[in-house]
């Protein structure tokens, strides 16, 4: 059974830092794209990020480019997303999300069920 | 950037009705098109893939269409448990996702 879970979302001030982590489990990691995605409050989904299953590739949302940065070890089943100079309009539930592998392009088949980033002074 | 723009934003609807959502991209994506359903409080689910073609373990009430910048998700017979938010995603150029369309009971 593939399993994502997600953990560090927490409280953070405005131009504060943070690092997401995800631990991928039911599936053999290093042969998938990872992605983030992100949904404020009562909001649609944002996709934010992927990283190709070598970590060769990467892509970010405009939304977060040149502040996030994502990464993976595929020693540890582990996806990470380093987030710098948070701002309020990045509080949102942050999914790790596992590429399907067979869609035009990219398509998600697993979610995790998220980890939650509060901007806040 | 592609923008995804799907209409309705909202649809009010019966239980053994045909409904029909669009996704419109703002330029061609060929058929670099999937669709999700989330329910409140649980992660997407994705339902088509390549436009047209049938996540596994998905009804066959779902059905996809279209290829260029017009797509539809047609949902042929509402059940219960149908009623959700749908997001259109394209991947011709990276990711994006429509607005979504929320799908209530009438």
């Known amino acids: 059974e593939v399993q994502l879970v997600e953990s560090g979302g927490v409280v953070v001030q405005p131009g504060g830092s943070l690092r997401l982590s995800c631990a991928a489990s039911?599936?053999?990691?290093?042969?998938?794209?990872m992605h983030w995605v992100r949904q404020a409050p009562g909001k649609g989904l944002e996709w934010v990020s992927l990283?190709?299953?070598?970590?060769?590739?990467?892509y970010y949302a405009d939304s977060v480019k040149g502040r996030f940065t994502i990464s993976r070890d595929n020693s540890k089943n582990s996806l990470y997303l380093q987030m710098n100079s948070l701002r309020t309009e990045d509080t949102a539930l942050y999914y790790c999300a596992k590429d399907d592998g067979y869609s035009y392009g990219w398509g998600i088949d697993y979610w995790g069920q998220g980890t939650l980033v509060t901007v806040s002074s | 950037d592609i923008q995804m723009t799907q209409s309705p934003s909202s649809l009010s609807a019966s239980v053994g009705d045909r409904v029909t959502i669009t996704c419109r991209a703002s330029q061609s994506i060929s058929s670099y098109l999937n669709w999700y359903q989330q329910k409140p409080g649980k992660a997407p689910k994705l339902l088509i893939y390549?436009?047209?073609s049938l996540q596994s373990g998905v009804p066959s009430r779902f059905s996809g269409s279209g290829s260029g910048t017009d797509f539809t998700l047609t949902i042929s017979s509402l059940q219960p448990e149908d009623f959700a938010t749908y997001y259109c995603q394209q991947s011709y150029r990276t990711i994006t996702f429509g607005q979504g369309t929320r799908l209530e009971i009438k």
């Open positions: 990283i190709s299953w070598d970590g060769g590739s990467t």
């Open positions: 039911g599936f053999t990691f290093d042969d998938y794209t």
């Open positions: 390549a436009a047209s």
